[in-house]
């Protein structure tokens, strides 16, 4: 398999107090998770490893938090709410970006696949390491 191609991408919340840069590559895959958290926010998931994220402004306007095994980390603008990124219990050693507060969504290819989330113990398995998969 080619190398894919890795691109910078700028976003933040929506009051644009917190902003990041993370690089991704211009093919990505999405996890549509359908637990209570994400449905309710409607966050579509695009999973990065640590290294390619860098947080450009706003750590001082991040609340956090954590709920169930306090493993995930959901971090929220304290000035407008959203939750543009966090580190997620299935990959702590990475982030996990919401695709739509991304500025720019063009990308080569976007798929989207769905994880069963609600029944997060049968299936966190299923979910693709960050050394493999889209990453």
């Given at each position: 398999m080619?190398?894919?191609k890795?691109i910078?991408k700028?976003?933040?919340?929506?009051c644009?107090?917190v902003?990041?840069e993370v690089q991704?590559?211009?093919?990505?895959?999405?996890?549509?998770?359908?637990?209570?958290?994400?449905s309710?926010?409607?966050?579509?998931?695009?999973?990065?490893p640590?290294s390619?994220?860098?947080?450009?402004k706003?750590?001082?306007k991040?609340?956090?938090y954590t709920?169930?095994t306090?493993?995930?980390?959901?971090y929220?603008?304290?000035?407008?709410?959203?939750k543009?990124?966090?580190?997620?219990?299935?990959?702590p050693?990475?982030?996990?970006?919401?695709?739509?507060?991304?500025?720019?969504?063009?990308f080569h290819s976007v798929?989207?696949?769905?994880?069963?989330?609600?029944?997060w113990?049968?299936?966190?398995?299923e979910?693709?390491?960050?050394?493999?998969g889209?990453?």
């Amino acid at each position: 398999m080619a190398k894919r191609k890795l691109i910078t991408k700028t976003g933040g919340c929506h009051c644009k107090a917190v902003r990041y840069e993370v690089q991704v590559p211009d093919e990505v895959e999405l996890v549509a998770c359908n637990c209570s958290l994400c449905s309710m926010t409607g966050y579509q998931h695009l999973i990065v490893p640590k290294s390619r994220f860098k947080l450009l402004k706003g750590k001082t306007k991040l609340t956090t938090y954590t709920f169930n095994t306090d493993t995930a980390q959901h971090y929220f603008c304290s000035v407008c709410g959203i939750k543009s990124f966090y580190v997620p219990r299935s990959h702590p050693d990475g982030f996990s970006i919401n695709f739509r507060c991304l500025d720019d969504q063009e990308f080569h290819s976007v798929l989207t696949v769905d994880f069963d989330g609600r029944n997060w113990e049968q299936h966190s398995d299923e979910l693709a390491p960050l050394e493999g998969g889209n990453i």
